[in-house]
């Protein structure tokens, strides 16, 4: 499946030219939205079915600064599945230097529009199946 790419903003970066570090959780969330329209299940899509997907954790470990124009290369991988959350894992790469920038994850659950928990394998077994097989196998 192809990464997601991003080309850092003139408005994301500071004085100095560096990316402010706020910016990189924002980054994930863009790659997550891709990585589940390529997959099939955007979250237009969840929604309309009336599964609401929160963020509840968030993660990142920042490696090495990027700077206006660079352009970054974002992995995403389906970390963990339990059918009740998921946990992605963001892999963020300087595509010109091939060197990691950033590693981060975020966790979510699964509820209804009525804020109620739901189980992923009931309510919507055919993105349960997909993201069990994609999960990083442990």
Not at 48 to 54: A, D
Not at 62 to 86: Q, R
Request: aromatic content about 12%; proline content about 2%; some cysteine.
């Amino acid at each position: 499946m192809e990464n997601y790419i991003h080309k850092v903003a003139y408005y994301e970066t500071d004085k100095m030219g560096v990316t402010h570090h706020s910016n990189y959780i924002r980054w994930m969330e863009e790659a997550r939205v891709d990585f589940l329209d390529k997959i099939g299940f955007s979250y237009r899509k969840l929604e309309e079915s009336g599964v609401i997907s929160p963020v509840i954790g968030v993660e990142c470990e920042y490696k090495i600064s990027t700077l206006f124009d660079d352009i970054v290369e974002i992995k995403v991988e389906v970390f963990e599945f339990s059918g009740v959350k998921l946990t992605f894992k963001y892999t963020i790469i300087d595509t010109k230097t091939k060197k990691i920038v950033a590693i981060g994850k975020t966790k979510h659950c699964f509820i209804n529009q009525q804020n109620r928990p739901i189980r992923l394998k009931k309510e919507y077994p055919e993105l349960a199946e997909k993201l069990e097989e994609l999960a990083i196998k442990k």
